[in-house]
């Protein structure tokens, strides 16, 4: 069977998250047999500079952006300096995309300037981290699990999520 997620619930999704500097909300997360896949949302303020310790790396998932709308630059790379490992009680650990850690910076790494309609393609292992958004950006998360590191989220799972305000899906 395939799985089918209405645009209703993912402007829903967006809604609750406006004002948040940032928001990775997971959707759905489904087995597919060989893989889990994760649809996500992310909303994302105005960012001036990067703060401290904001490059992100998945050790195992794969991640797809699909940008709805804002604009913001976004630099990846696998060289990442300083980079340590999250705690394995960390929220994005626990729900969003398992083992990875945070680095200062990425030496030698690739800027993309991002807007509406694009798609950037962050394979496992690779640092990410936006050196700066314009007003705010967000975006369609998918995520690709070949080692079904993250938890499962199926529709009754997100509908009470929504319903609950869904602390557990607000970042920091």
Known sequence: KGTYIPNEEIQAYLKRVEGIPVADQQVRAVDIGSTN??????YRGKLAKPGPNTVAEH????????????????????????????????????????????????????????????????????GHLYTRIDDHIRYIMVR????????????AAAKADLASGGGENKSR
């Open 37 to 42: 896949v994760a649809i996500g949302v992310v």
């Open 59 to 126: 050790d195992k998932v794969s991640e797809v952006y699909h940008i709805l709308d804002g604009t913001a630059t976004l630099m990846v790379g696998a060289d990442i300096v300083d980079l340590k490992p999250r705690p394995a009680n960390d929220r994005a650990v626990r729900l969003l995309n398992g083992p990875g850690g945070n680095g200062v910076s990425i030496r030698n790494g690739v800027t993309y300037n991002l807007k509406a309609g694009d798609v950037v393609i962050i394979p496992a292992g690779v």
């Open 144 to 155: 690709l699990d070949p080692e079904k590191v993250a938890p499962l989220k199926d529709e």
